[in-house]
């Protein structure tokens, strides 16, 4: 199974910020790396696609990038509904896995 | 509305059963692989397993294989968890989780979930 890790596990941060989250995978898996936001109480929520196609409605200070075994998620200015668990996934194979999640809060 | 909505969840006690389901409405479910998708109370995401459009195919998680089977009937707009020899670690909300069209594995749309809890 490919393990996905995420760091660090949870980043204190103020309106406005630039906010950079890494995830990386136990082996290559090309570009083959999902990114979702979750609320508490809510289910995630699709924000990034193949490393770095940004999902449809998704504001665009999200972005991200990486290949290989190494990605980032960014959100450039960070907003007050920003505030929440960022995941990573690996979509290069069965299982699918997540990261751990990263807990952005605030500051 | 294009939702999908879990329903099935409850108490049962270790050792039992229990029947999870997820209705879609407002797009034809019989175009989409699903899967399952759990998160244990303060916990991350597990993916637990997938099915394909027509059924034909599955795939589980090693912590539930030969415990769970995931079904669809694409009449009924429904896929369902079968879920047997329930144990306390198997407490959580149960997420189904459409995967979009165009790219293999990204779940674009998610029901709210439903709770199951393990527990005698």
């Known amino acids: 199974d490919i393990q996905m890790t995420q760091s660090p596990s949870s980043v204190s941060a103020s309106v406005g910020d630039r906010v950079t989250i890494t995830c990386r995978a136990s082996?290559?898996?090309?570009?083959?790396l999902v990114w979702y936001q979750q609320k508490p109480g809510k289910a995630p929520n699709l924000l990034i696609y193949?490393?770095?196609n940004l999902q449809s409605g998704v504001p665009s200070r999200f972005s991200g990038s990486g290949s290989g075994t190494d990605f980032t998620l960014t959100i450039s200015s960070l907003q007050p509904e920003d505030f929440a668990t960022y995941y990573c996934?690996?979509?290069?194979?069965?299982?699918?896995?997540f990261g751990q999640g990263t807990k952005v809060e605030i500051k | 509305e294009v939702q999908l909505v879990e329903s099935g969840g409850g108490l049962v006690q270790p050792g039992g059963s229990l029947r999870v389901s997820c209705a879609a409405s407002?797009?034809?479910?019989?175009?989409?692989?699903v899967n399952w998708v759990r998160q244990a109370p303060g916990r991350g995401l597990e993916w637990l397993s997938y099915?394909?459009?027509?059924?034909?195919?599955?795939f589980y998680a090693d912590s539930v294989r030969g415990r769970f089977t995931i079904s669809r009937d694409n009449a009924k707009k429904s896929v369902y968890l079968q879920m047997n020899s329930l144990r306390a670690e198997d407490t959580a909300v149960y997420y189904c989780?459409?995967?979009?069209?165009?790219?293999?594995?990204?779940?674009?749309?998610w029901g709210r979930g439903t709770l199951v809890t393990v527990s005698s």
């Open positions: 989780a459409r995967r979009l069209l165009q790219v293999v594995g990204v779940f674009d749309l």
């Open positions: 099915i394909s459009s027509s059924g034909s195919h599955m």
């Open positions: 082996q290559d898996i090309n570009t083959w």
């Open positions: 996934q690996q979509t290069a194979s069965f299982p699918r896995t």
């Open positions: 193949t490393a770095s």
């Open positions: 407002g797009f034809s479910l019989s175009d989409y692989e």
